[in-house]
């Protein structure tokens, strides 16, 4: 009998795809990825129903610590926003490939199953992994395949005899280690939700609270003084930066598949990372190296965007960002307050401001007459430029 992994996560689309298969002739196993998502009651639920559809095995697997091994950490090296705003929450698809590849072959399974839809980014995103990947698995996304609505969806598993999973809200949430993000309703209107939406946002905290983060070569390594591994600071920068309102964000971006698509989005611990390391990089890095980085950091965040992480180039950029980071250490003090974070302490030992030549604005290294005899001559080419006019035509 033929063998099908499907990534299950427990609603409409992947309950259906688990009966619908066994009915085409497979054998199926599911398999969830829980990336922050899930409690351990959710994850005990998730795996009652996918046996309760007829999946012969279920497998789940906590991949946080991978998640952040393998992307986050370049997202924060990348300062990691597409177009300058969202901070790619939806990067966990590549671990939803990744795992899908190797538990197929571990299960011997000859397809790989998805909900998708046919109407998001995420099937690009997964696909373009699996034809990397997996090239020798077949690739079914069963609702896409077939151009099933979800009325017919929940048609085929009432008439099957299976219970429809319950719909809790109007939003679609998806949630992992980097926050939270909701769509629908009157988001998709491009209106203000409201605030009971919002999860790890809500301002809790009235006062002001100071987090000292400690970067050795472009990584976090230490909350407070108390070293953490990197996706434990993360999530503790989830709590304590979302409990003072920070981190909640709108959206509206350009979608892979060629659209505009609206979004709230609440990620304070990535996003207080980022502030920190950019506060950083501004002690530490020449201008040269921030003037080029910033360019390929856009192109590594439009990429992992757009289903492309497996691409060369990002390996390329990535391994820039593992030299261009070895001097980003040093330590950052954040104050949050009331929705707002600011980076208000810097030190590193790679401190490019040396007070032995300078101090900005009120004392230098230099005398009167060489800053003058500078000045002419930085500025000779445009001072020649501006003095000769275009002929006349």
């Known amino acids: 009998m033929k063998k099908a992994l499907v990534a299950f996560s427990g609603g409409l689309d992947t309950s259906f795809c688990v009966p619908f298969l066994r009915e085409k002739g497979y054998e199926v196993v599911t398999l969830t990825l829980n990336s922050g998502g899930f409690s351990e009651a959710e994850l005990k639920d998730i795996e009652e129903r996918a046996l309760k559809l007829g999946s012969i095995k279920h497998i ?29 929450m939806c990067s966990d698809r590549y671990l939803i490939a990744e795992k899908l590849s190797e538990y197929a072959t571990k299960e011997n399974c000859e397809a790989v199953v998805t909900g998708n839809t046919g109407q998001g980014n995420d099937q690009v995103r997964i696909d373009v992994a699996l034809r990397i990947l997996a090239p020798h698995l077949t690739n ?32 679609t949430k998806n949630q992992n280690i980097l926050g939270v993000t909701t769509s629908g309703s009157e988001i998709d209107e491009v209106k203000e939700p409201k605030d009971e939406t919002f999860e790890l946002t809500r301002l809790t905290q009235t006062g002001q609270t100071y987090a000292e983060i400690e970067f050795k070569q472009g990584l976090p390594v230490s909350l407070n003084g108390k070293q953490l591994p990197g996706h434990e600071i993360l999530k503790a920068l989830n709590s304590l930066a979302g409990s003072h309102g920070f981190g909640r964000s709108h959206y509206i971006g350009d979608c892979v598949v060629g659209i505009k ?18 506060a950083l990089e501004q002690l530490v890095l020449t201008k040269r190296q921030r003037d080029q980085k910033a360019s390929l950091d856009a192109i590594w965040a439009e990429m992992v965007f757009n289903g492309q992480f497996y691409d060369p180039l990002v390996q390329d950029i990535q391994a820039f960002l593992e030299s261009n ?23 590193s030992p790679c401190s490019l401001i040396d007070r032995k030549v300078a101090d900005y604005a009120q004392r230098a290294s230099w005398t009167g007459e060489e800053a003058k005899a500078f000045i002419k001559l930085y500025g000779l080419q445009s001072v020649i430029a501006s003095s000769k006019k275009p002929p006349k035509e």
């Open 261 to 278: 698509g609206a979004i709230w989005f609440e990620a304070p611990g990535i996003l207080s990372l980022i502030k920190a390391h950019q």
């Open 325 to 347: 980071q070895k001097r980003v250490t040093g330590t950052v003090k954040l104050r949050f307050r009331q929705n707002v974070c600011a980076a208000v302490e810097i030190s």
């Open 140 to 171: 079914l996304a069963p609702i896409r395949d077939h151009s099933l609505t979800r009325d017919q969806e929940k048609k085929y598993l009432t008439d099957h005899g299976f219970e429809i999973p319950p719909k809790h809200t109007s939003y």
């Open 60 to 88: 789940a697997l906590d991949v946080q610590e991978a998640m952040y091994d393998q992307i986050i950490r370049y997202q924060i090296m990348a300062n990691g926003l597409y177009q300058q705003s969202y901070p790619l």
